[in-house]
């Protein structure tokens, strides 16, 4: 998945580099290419919020946003196979596949108007982050990658506190427990992932560094793994 904040926001200078690394590395491994949302998506919750929709139309209007990151990526990705797919689409995705496509689909899952309330607020709390690991624990993906704009997890936010520790690899269960107040990850995709059958991690790394997507794709941990215990 490629951020919407993170990465799509900040514009060429951000994305062209990673559909370079995408392409290159099409003919090597599979790929499902997923977008977030971003800040436009901030933008229209707000405005929801503020008159006072229910958590269900943030949703939907927030999935809006993630679509138009999938149009825009799958045109630049068009002249080496990219295609724009909706999510009724994925039971084709072997077939794209088989032709050398790259596909790519929206991240926000399809919860739409029967989103659930969260514990607090209206905020959707199955975002783009938890429709990627969602997406990829249907299809059996071998590795799910979150792209975004920071090294990966801190045991606190490495801005504001100096003693920040960067954490490499954590088990799901305990990176629960911890709790911790700066999390770079929708804390719902925890819980899909520690409930998970067919993926045992997600990797989340900073697309900003030039040849992170790619060693992430060949195998590598160029920024923080978080996994499932065999017996969780």
């Not at 229910?54 to 679509?67: D, F, M, Q, Y």
């Not at 068009?78 to 032709?99: E, M, Q, R, T, W």
Request: glycine share 10%.
């Amino acid at each position: 998945k490629l951020g919407g904040q993170s990465i799509i926001d900040r514009g060429s200078q951000a994305v062209l580099p990673l559909i370079e690394e995408i392409v290159a590395a099409r003919p090597h491994y599979p790929l499902l290419v997923m977008t977030g949302g971003g800040t436009r998506s901030r933008h229209v919750y707000a405005i929801a919020l503020d008159l006072g929709m229910p958590t269900g139309v943030l949703a939907h209007l927030g999935s809006s946003i993630s679509e138009q990151n999938a149009l825009m990526i799958s045109l630049l990705l068009a002249p080496h196979g990219g295609i724009k797919i909706g999510h009724d689409d994925l039971v084709k995705l072997p077939s794209y596949l088989s032709f050398g496509a790259i596909p790519v689909m929206h991240a926000m899952p399809p919860y739409g108007l029967w989103e659930e309330p969260p514990d607090r607020g209206r905020i959707p709390p199955h975002r783009t982050d938890v429709g990627t690991f969602l997406t990829a624990e249907v299809i059996g993906a071998k590795r799910c990658i979150l792209v975004k704009d920071e090294q990966g997890l801190f045991t606190a936010d490495p801005k504001k506190d100096p003693n920040a520790r960067f954490v490499s690899e954590i088990e799901v269960s305990e990176l629960m427990k911890s709790d911790l107040n700066d999390l770079p990850v929708e804390r719902a995709m925890l819980t899909s992932l520690a409930r998970a059958r067919s993926v045992t991690e997600v990797l989340m790394v900073n697309g900003l560094e030039p040849g992170n997507l790619t060693r992430a794709l060949a195998g590598e941990n160029p920024g923080t793994r978080i996994y499932r215990a065999s017996n969780s």
